[in-house]
C-alpha cells in the first residue's frame, strides 16, 4: 500500500523556518515528480513547488525565493525548506506524488497523496 507522510509542520512566527519532509512507502517514487501543495481556510489547494527525479523543480510565484523543494531518491523523501515565512502562508500542506515523471502544477494530475501537516505562522 503506497502511503506519503508528511512531518515538520507547526506554529512559527513571522519571519521563521520550518522545513517539512514527505517520506513515501509501498513503493519507489524515483522516477515520478513530486510536489507540496497548501490549503488555506475557505480556499482552494494551491501548488507551491515540485520537483522532478533528476532535480529539476518549479515553484509558485507567491514563495519564489523564500522556499525550496528538494528530494532524496534512495530515501525515497521529499522536502520543502520554507524561510521567511508568512502569516499568509498559513495552510496545511500537501505531499503528493504523480505517476509520472513531468512537473505540472495542477492538483488534479497527482495519483498519489499524504494527510497533510498543519503550518501555522504568527505575526
Known amino acids: 500500500q503506497v502511503q506519503l507522510v508528511e512531518s515538520g509542520g507547526g506554529l512559527v512566527q513571522a519571519g521563521g523556518s520550518l522545513r517539512l519532509s514527505c517520506a513515501a512507502s509501498?513503493?519507489?517514487?524515483?522516477?515520478?515528480?513530486m510536489g507540496w501543495f497548501r490549503q488555506a481556510p475557505g480556499k482552494e489547494r494551491e501548488f507551491v513547488a515540485a520537483?522532478?527525479?533528476?532535480?529539476?523543480?518549479d515553484h509558485a510565484d507567491s514563495v519564489k525565493g523564500r522556499f525550496a523543494i528538494s528530494r532524496d531518491n534512495p530515501k525515497n523523501t521529499v522536502y520543502l525548506q520554507m524561510n521567511s515565512l508568512q502569516p499568509e502562508d498559513t495552510a496545511v500542506y500537501y505531499c503528493?506524488?504523480?505517476?509520472?515523471?513531468?512537473?505540472?502544477?495542477?492538483?488534479?494530475?497527482?495519483?498519489?497523496w499524504g494527510q497533510g501537516t498543519q503550518v501555522t505562522v504568527s505575526s
Open positions: 520537483i522532478t527525479w533528476s532535480g529539476n523543480t
Open positions: 503528493a506524488a504523480r505517476r509520472y515523471p513531468l512537473i505540472v502544477t495542477m492538483a488534479s494530475a497527482y495519483y498519489y
Open positions: 509501498g513503493r519507489a517514487f524515483d522516477r515520478n515528480a
